[in-house]
């Protein structure tokens, strides 16, 4: 079955720089990537998904890309901005399922 | 807007008691999903149901049972609490799909088994 890989587990940025959080996934029949961001106290929000007929997904200051060939996929944001810090997870479909990374978190530092 | 609720953001319970987290979502959705939260770990699938009735065991399903008599209705049971069942605990609803879709979660459960 599908098993998902992600990192770094932390990860600090200054505010402005750009952060890059990458997976990587083992069952090649995967066909949809998701984000989700999940932020102090709430539970985890989709941010972006790309699926597999695409390489490239952006949405303002974020976007993520898709390598099918070494099976892994990354969420970068651009600009970063202190609302950025949260927890970030990537995720794959198992059959009707969906399983999710460990978990990045990220800082934004004054 | 659309929305998953769980009955409780805190809960403190004793070793061995049964326990019961509830999850209502208002967008008719037919899959309904139970998560736990911890840290390192990421998220883990624990039980899902597709449909009324309908339940599959996720990954981690031991120690635990769920029960959805109604659609937009998802319950979490743990039949005898243990410490190693002190978790964060999320609900998410989906439309049908083959993991194509949108998950929407709650603001999750804190439990702390004592």
């Known amino acids: 079955g599908e098993n998902v890989e992600q990192h770094p587990s932390t990860l600090s940025v200054q505010e402005g720089d750009s952060a890059v959080i990458k997976c990587t996934y083992s069952?090649?029949?995967?066909?949809?990537f998701p984000w989700y961001k999940q932020e102090l106290g709430k539970g985890p929000q989709l941010i972006i998904d790309?699926?597999?007929?695409?390489g490239e997904k952006k949405d303002q200051r974020i976007a993520v890309t898709l390598n099918k060939t070494a099976k892994h996929f990354s969420l970068h944001i651009t600009e970063t901005q202190p609302e950025d810090s949260a927890v970030y997870f990537c995720a794959a479909p198992r059959d009707d399922k969906i399983i999710f990374g460990k978990g990045t978190r990220l800082h934004i530092l004054p | 807007d659309v929305k998953v609720t769980q009955s409780s953001r805190y809960l403190v319970k004793r070793t061995g008691e049964k326990v019961f987290l509830e999850c209502v979502q208002d967008m008719d959705h037919e899959n309904m999903f139970w998560y736990r939260q911890d840290p390192g770990l990421g998220l883990r699938l624990i039980y899902f149901?597709?449909?009324?009735?309908?339940?599959e065991k996720g990954d981690i399903p031991e120690g635990y049972s769920v029960s959805r008599e109604k659609k937009e209705r998802f319950s979490l049971i743990l039949e005898s609490a243990s410490t190693n069942q002190t978790s964060m605990y999320l609900c998410a609803s989906s439309l049908p799909h083959r993991a194509g879709e949108k998950l929407f979660f709650g603001s999750g459960t804190q439990l702390s088994v004592l």
């Open positions: 149901s597709y449909d009324v009735k309908m339940k």
């Open positions: 790309i699926r597999s007929n695409v």
């Open positions: 069952d090649s029949a995967s066909n949809y």
